[in-house]
């Protein structure tokens, strides 16, 4: 029997109650379409879709996902529409938008603009 995915996100906030979410899109994750909230930033929807590695280490293949949450680790960068190196606890989400994990640091380099 498959066990029914919880929604992680924080929707009754105690300090921020009456805030609400932004309307219902679709992202696409490693080619899988996923729910997002217009505005939240890119790790939410994924942690909310119970996504957790958001990359590997070059050497050693060990999974790396968000870490500091406000943009100073890089832990969580991932390719957005074609993009490498996209901080995604930093970046809000938009319909449509495709997300990948990058390949290793190399590719990264030939890549980047
Ligand atoms: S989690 Fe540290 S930069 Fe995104």
Known sequence: MEEKKQDLRVNNHPILK???AGDKITITVEGEEIEAYEG???AAALLA???TVFRRTK???DP???F????????CVMKVNGEP??????TPVEDGMVVEKQGDD???RKNAK
């Not at 500091?68 to 832990?75: E, N, W």
């Open 49 to 51: 879709a119970d996504i």
């Open 40 to 42: 939240e930033p890119i």
């Open 106 to 108: 190399r590719e990264v």
């Open 18 to 20: 009456g805030k609400s």
């Open 59 to 61: 050497k050693r293949q």
């Open 68 to 75: 500091c949450g406000i943009g100073l680790c890089t832990d």
């Open 85 to 90: 190196n996209v901080r995604t606890c930093i």
């Open 64 to 66: 790396r996902g968000p």
